[in-house]
C-alpha cells in the first residue's frame, strides 16, 4: 500500500469554524490530490498539487484552500465551515500528472454542524 | 467536457453470479479508463486500467475491455464472491488532466 496519511480521520466542528486537514505521503510523489465524496456525486475534484508551492484549482474550489510547503505534506483549509462541505474527504498522490494510477488515502469525515 | 457515467446501483447478487457494471464515457482523444473499488470505511484502490482502445485490463477475476466504438468499460467478473461487496468507481483521465470519476456502484454479494 502507498505511505498516505490523513488527519484528523474525524471530525466536528460547527459552522464558521476554520478546519484544516492534513495528508502526508512517504513516497515522494510530485502530485497530490484532494477530492470530496457525496452521495450521487463520485468524487470532485477540489484542488490539487504538482510540487512544492505549486497548486491548482479543480471543480468544487470554493470555500477551499490549499499549500504545499513539503514535498510529503498537502493542506486543506475549510476558510469558514458550512453545512454544505460535510463530506469524506480523499487525499490521493500520483508519481505523474493523470493517465497514472492515483493512490487514495483513507479518508476524512467531516462533518459541519 | 469529460464525463463518466455508470449505472445506478444498488447492485444485490448471489455468491458465485456474473457481474456486469456498465461504464461509459466522454471524452476527446484517447483518455485512460480506470476502475476503482472502495471498501467499507477505506479509500479507493485501483482495481484494474486500460490505456489505449481494445486494451483489456484485468485483476482479482475482474476484467473490462476499453470500447473506443461503444465509448464504454463495463466492468465484468465471472463468479461474485461475498468479499467482492464494495463500491465500484468507473474514471477516465487525459495526459495533464484531472481524472473524472462516476458516481460509484455499490455492489452487495448474498452467501
Known amino acids: 500500500d502507498a505511505g498516505i496519511t490523513q488527519s484528523p480521520r474525524h471530525k466536528v466542528t460547527e459552522t464558521g469554524t476554520p478546519v484544516t486537514l492534513r495528508c502526508h505521503q512517504t513516497?515522494?510523489?510530485?502530485?497530490m490530490y484532494w477530492y470530496r465524496q457525496d452521495p450521487g456525486h463520485g468524487l470532485r475534484l477540489i484542488h490539487y498539487?504538482?510540487?512544492?508551492?505549486?497548486?491548482d484549482k479543480g471543480e468544487v474550489s470554493d470555500g477551499y484552500s490549499v499549500s504545499r510547503s513539503k514535498t510529503e505534506d498537502f493542506l486543506l483549509t475549510l476558510e469558514s465551515a458550512t453545512s454544505s462541505q460535510t463530506s469524506v474527504y480523499f487525499c490521493?498522490?500520483?508519481?505523474?500528472?493523470?493517465?497514472?494510477?492515483?493512490?487514495f488515502g483513507p479518508g476524512t469525515r467531516l462533518l459541519v454542524l | 467536457g469529460d464525463s463518466v457515467t455508470q449505472m445506478e446501483g444498488p447492485v444485490t447478487l448471489s455468491e458465485e453470479a456474473f457481474l456486469t457494471i456498465n461504464c461509459t464515457y466522454t471524452?476527446?482523444?484517447?483518455?485512460?479508463l480506470f476502475w476503482y473499488v472502495q471498501y467499507p470505511g477505506e479509500g479507493l484502490q485501483l482495481l484494474l486500467k486500460?490505456?489505449?482502445?481494445?486494451d483489456k485490463g484485468s485483476n482479482k477475476g475482474f476484467e473490462a475491455t476499453y470500447r473506443k466504438e461503444t465509448t464504454s468499460f463495463h466492468l465484468e467478473k465471472g463468479s461474485v464472491q461475498v468479499s467482492d461487496s464494495a463500491v465500484y468507481f468507473c474514471?477516465?483521465?487525459?495526459?495533464?488532466?484531472?481524472?473524472?470519476f462516476g458516481t460509484g456502484t455499490s455492489l452487495t454479494v448474498i452467501p
Open positions: 490521493a498522490i500520483s508519481e505523474s500528472p493523470a493517465q497514472e494510477t492515483q493512490y
Open positions: 498539487s504538482y510540487g512544492v508551492k505549486d497548486t
Open positions: 486500460a490505456t489505449k482502445a481494445d
Open positions: 474514471a477516465l483521465s487525459h495526459p495533464g488532466n484531472q481524472f473524472y
Open positions: 513516497e515522494n510523489h510530485r502530485y
Open positions: 471524452a476527446t482523444g484517447y483518455p485512460s
